[in-house]
């Protein structure tokens, strides 16, 4: 299960996300700037396109091997394919 839950409406916005699964649960700390978000998400919530991100993160690795504090655009220098895959997350 991945939780959002946002902290600050400022630009950027800051969330925590709670990832439980199997058995554990790591929280991490996630900045995200608005502009950004429109345009990796349209108009989803920043909340449904942080959990769309979480998921495609945990296809690809243990939600201990996120990093505990980053901000959404550093996701694409792991993963040159994010922003292109995210839309089937979302």
């Not at 991945?2 to 600050?8: A, G, N, P």
């Not at 700390?29 to 959990?51: I, K, N, Y």
């Not at 769309?52 to 993963?79: C, H, M, N, Q």
């Amino acid at each position: 299960m991945i939780v959002v839950q946002r902290l600050s409406d400022g630009d950027p916005m800051e969330f925590e996300v709670t990832v439980s699964e199997g058995g554990g649960q790591s929280r991490h700390r996630v900045t995200f700037a608005a502009d950004h978000q429109a345009r990796l998400c349209g108009e989803s919530t920043p909340e449904a396109c942080l959990e769309a991100a979480f998921r495609f993160l945990l296809d690809r690795e243990p939600k201990e091997a996120i990093l505990g504090t980053f901000d959404v655009s550093v996701i694409a220098k792991y993963f040159p394919d994010f922003e292109r895959k995210l839309s089937a997350y979302l």
